[in-house]
């Protein structure tokens, strides 16, 4: 079995869903049978702001998408990642450009390289987790 990197540590997942605000949810769209949909509703459930980035620059769960990162005219907190592993590393790269403070990579987005360079832009780094099973996992007595 291999280990998760020790970017994904539950003190980093803990950090990240407390610590955080704005989430931006690259891959998020209005198409309702996608992962992304029901994670965003989630992390909005939990407090956070959900903001769309895709390529059509959707309006989902009421909040404007933004068709790239670099649109986004405020400070975003958490990039959370819904491409494929190969597609990963460039967000990733990205987030880092903004100034954000956390990347997430959803389960089965795994790209080592791109985690080592969000660690080294001093970034938090979660991947092949889900906030959604994390924030499920902490039951309702934390905030």
């Known amino acids: 079995m291999t280990t998760k990197s020790d970017t994904s ?10 610590d955080t605000t704005t989430w931006a949810v690259v891959g998020l769209s209005s198409n309702t049978e996608r992962a992304a949909y029901g994670v965003a509703r989630t992390l909005q459930q939990a407090g956070k702001r959900v903001v769309p ?15 790239t990162l670099a649109d986004i005219p405020f400070p975003v907190d958490v990039v959370d990642v819904f491409v494929r592993s190969e597609l990963a590393g460039d967000v990733a790269d990205q987030a880092v450009d903004i100034g954000a403070r956390a990347v997430w990579f959803q389960l089965d987005v795994i790209d080592e390289d791109a985690a080592a360079r969000v660690r080294a832009a001093g ?7 889900c906030p959604a099973i994390e924030l ?3 039951g309702q007595g934390r905030s």
């Open 53 to 67: 980035v895709h390529p059509s620059a959707e309006t989902v769960h009421g909040e404007q998408g933004y068709a």
């Open 123 to 129: 970034l938090d780094m979660v991947m092949d987790r």
């Open 9 to 18: 540590t539950d003190a980093v997942v803990d950090r990240v869903l407390d």
């Open 136 to 138: 499920g996992r902490r």
